[in-house]
């Protein structure tokens, strides 16, 4: 490819970072930094697309899966959220157990991952839960159950106060297979300071992702970005989630999630570009040499950039979804869900070969 040429990198000042990732070194905090100053964008989404194309080929995998959020009702009113409401207002729902079990049964394609989140409600105890997810592995034992950020973790621990290490053992002894990557946001204190500052800190995120693969247990991981965080603030953050995949390893994937201000109380000057989505996509691929895999999670980027995402490091397409009500509260233009089809096309129309895996990443 013309771009991975050295004359080229070598006039746009990063010739030595491209030589590291051709030799597959790792990068430092200041070359994350550099790859934002790169003044050529597609020249780091090459090289992202390099390294994405060394551990996976062409292939772009997707998942038959359903979204179920089982409340919006939330103790922790985080300032970008669109999603969450108090107990008691208009608009708040919570389901029992058997509406969340005809969610599935009204599905059009019978799940292989089920990714359950919520709000920190006030008062819905760990049993509700345990039986949530029994009921739901009786009727579908293959199905892996990625369910429950590490901030809904550590609100039950509150709740229920249990160290968060014993609320993880029991769920997953209830049928828990994964975390989700949620609840991450940005990791910097003086941000998340001012855009979920009751939420769970950096250090307690991590170390319940940490504490869940030390159960055996796989976790993805995620960084809203394009808010009132800054460059430094999102390499900081990937070289946190690379330094805590070095101590644990369990993480199996990373969605970058870029920021959708409708309905939100935080407002920010300047939306992001398209391109500044991509190239954070990019130095993501780039700077986290020991995650597998990297979601371009169409809900949020819309379907046309998470094509675009395939080419500049990204080689997950997430699902069918079914039913999605985060982004779509926070003004997501895109379907509420996909079929395989739509799946496999959208795929092929990147001249990326479509793998249909399993929640655990195990082509199906
Ligand atoms: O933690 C909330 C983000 C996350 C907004 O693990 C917003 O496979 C953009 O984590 N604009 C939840 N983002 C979604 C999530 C996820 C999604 C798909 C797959 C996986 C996975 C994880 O959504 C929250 C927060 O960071 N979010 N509000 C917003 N206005
Ligand atoms: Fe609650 Fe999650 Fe919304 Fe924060 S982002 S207010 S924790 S639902």
Redesign the pocket.
Known sequence: MQLLKGDFYDNMGIGDIRAKVLTGDRLTFEDGMRLFDCPEPLAVGALAHLVRTRMHGDKTFYVINQHIKYTNV?V???VF?A??REEGQKGGFTLSIDEAIAKIDSAALTPREIHIVG??HPKLELNYFEELLSAIKTKLPDVVLKCFTA?EIAHFAELENLPTKVVLARLNKAGLDMLPGGGAEIFAPKIREQI?PR?STAEEWLTIHEEAHGLGMKTNCTMLFGHIESRKDRIDHLIRLRESQDRSSGYTCFIPLPFLTENSQLSIEKPLTGLVELRTIAISRLMLDNIPHIKAYWVMLGIKQAQAALKFGADDFDGTVVEEKIGHEAGATSEQGLTRTDLQEMIRGCGCTPIERDGFFNQV
């Open positions: 939330c922790n009113g985080c959220c999603y969450q709000g920190c901030v979920c939420k």
